[in-house]
């Protein structure tokens, strides 16, 4: 039996890539849930593939929702990997969560021989961390439930709050660095100034001195 070896990355972070390996005779369902455990995301989300010139043009759906489903769209539970392989160097698009918009791009790198004891669809090749999985979904909405400090009431899903409270983290760090800055340079205007003074205070009394002086003289 073929095994398909693809190569996934996204499309923001091109350093960011996984290899996975999967029989011709799986699913795009199959493909879905390995693509998102290879990147450590959930499968709370609706997504689709479509199948792609050399461009990343997008053409047929695969979609997950059989609500999906219309004329020219397939289910990913009924469509076989093999029957969207029209050349060596096949491309896909993966699109996931419609409101955080993940873009991944899905190359079909080789074919490699069926390993008997292996477990299919696996990834076989991880190079560089997955960016977290909401904080790009919610970084507008993030700024604003922190500053109002209602982050831990709204967020529920652990890797949000995480991401929240990563993203919280940063926020005071800027603003405690900005303080240090605006006190220190108080402090050092205040003992420049304190200088000053004294320096003044110096020559109004030399000056006082010449002046009586002079008048003795």
């Known amino acids: ?39 450590s995301f959930d499968a709370k ?11 990343w043009s997008k053409g047929s759906e695969i979609t997950l929702l059989e609500e999906d489903v219309e004329p020219g769209v397939k289910l990913m539970k009924t469509t076989k ?12 698009v993966f699109l996931y ?4 918009c993940w ?9 490699v021989p069926e ?3 292996a477990t299919y669809p696996r990834c076989i090749k991880s190079l560089g961390t997955a960016p977290k999985q909401y904080k790009q979904k919610l970084i507008a909405k993030l700024k604003e439930e922190v500053e109002n400090g209602t982050a831990d009431e ?3 899903d652990d890797e949000v709050y995480k991401a929240i409270a990563d993203e919280k983290l940063v926020f005071d760090e800027e603003e405690e660095t900005s303080l ?14 304190e200088h000053e003074e004294e320096h003044e205070g110096d020559e109004e009394h030399h000056e006082d001195e010449e002046h009586e002086g002079g008048e003795a003289w």
């Open 81 to 92: 990997i093999a029957s969207f392989i029209e050349q060596p160097n096949q491309r896909f």
């Open 97 to 100: 969560d419609k409101e955080a």
């Open 103 to 111: 873009s991944l791009f899905i190359e079909l790198i080789k074919l």
């Open 45 to 55: 989300h609706a997504g689709a593939f479509f199948s792609s010139d050399d461009y």
């Open 115 to 117: 390993d008997v004891k």
């Open 154 to 156: 709204k967020i529920v």
């Open 180 to 193: 240090h800055e605006d006190e220190s340079d108080l402090v050092e205007k205040g003992e420049d100034d």
């Open 1 to 39: 039996m073929a095994i398909y070896k693809f190569r996934i990355t996204f499309e923001d972070y091109e350093d960011i890539s996984r290899d996975i390996e999967i029989k011709s005779s799986q699913t795009f369902f199959d493909f879905f849930q390995i693509i998102l455990q290879s990147i």
